[in-house]
């Protein structure tokens, strides 16, 4: 298959992931996709010829081989890395689909899902949960289907037509099983990264909505206060003024809120 055909539909995931996507991308075509094409898939190329049997009986080595190795390791990485690609590709085609819809609206499209909401926002949150999906369930298949991630040197085969139990040799078992933890490594690592950008964009969306909820009930109370108070209240009903002391008696000055002087009479001193 034409990996580069791969390359350039993921190219487009960048305009619409956040940095820890782009970090995410950068792993899966260096540490992933550059390593499977360029050395992983020449080391298991010729592995059914390679495998060999201490017997001569025709069909014994082909049916050893297929029961130890139902799946190509090689093969297995490669629809790895197919399946785990593919919620991306999903997130790009929605993207153009949305500028596409957003150009004859005439309205310009934001294509982050840190800033936008809506079905972007849900889209790219359900390829991070498939893509963490694939990851671990491809990973327990393997551990499932070849009892671990180290390639053995020596398999015991009884199986038919073999005459008895033979000893069948794999070959170059060490170059595989460097090569088979270090790609279940970057595939752990990939989890990693999809669990972070999840967990980050969901607390972002709640931070969100606690700011917005707690900016609306603040505003209600601000414009209660403010008709409480009114345009052209003064700070207090009455204002006292000045108080003198008269011939009959003393008397007070009050000055209420419109300015108006009145005067109120002292009580009357009692005389002993």
Not at 116 to 128: E, K, M, N, T
Not at 182 to 200: H, I, M, Q
Request: glycine share 8%; charged share 20%.
């Amino acid at each position: 298959m034409s990996w580069m055909v791969l390359r350039d539909l993921l190219g487009g995931v960048n305009t619409s992931s956040t940095g820890i996507g782009r970090i995410w991308l950068a792993v899966l075509f260096v540490f992933r996709l550059l390593v499977y094409k360029v050395a992983a898939e020449h080391v298991w190329k010729e592995e059914q010829r390679e495998f060999e049997c201490n017997v001569r009986q025709p069909g014994c080595a082909n049916v050893c081989f297929d029961y130890f190795f139902p799946i190509s390791q090689v093969r297995l990485w490669a629809l790895q890395l197919i399946m785990v690609s593919t919620p991306s590709l999903l997130v790009v085609l929605h993207v153009a689909y949305r500028a596409g819809r957003e150009k004859k609206q005439r309205r310009k499209l934001r294509a982050s899902p840190g800033a936008v909401g809506g079905g972007l926002w849900c889209i790219y949150l359900i390829s991070l949960v498939v893509k963490a999906g694939f990851e671990i369930g491809f990973l327990a298949l393997f551990y499932k289907l070849y009892g671990g991630f180290r390639v053995p040197r020596l398999l015991k085969c009884d199986r038919k037509p073999c005459p008895r139990t033979v000893d069948c040799f794999v070959s170059r078992p060490t170059e595989k099983t460097v090569f088979t933890l270090f790609l279940a490594g970057a595939s752990c690592l990939c989890v990693v990264l999809n669990v972070t950008e999840l967990s980050f964009l969901v607390l972002k969306c709640f931070t969100k909505c606690c700011l917005q909820n707690h900016s609306t009930r603040l505003q209600p109370s601000a414009c209660e206060r403010h008709e409480l108070r009114g345009p052209g209240a003064a700070p207090g009903a009455l204002l006292r003024l000045a108080t003198g002391t008269a011939r009959g008696g003393e008397t007070t000055l009050l000055r209420d809120a419109r300015g108006v002087a009145k005067a109120k009479p002292a009580a009357p001193s009692h005389k002993t």
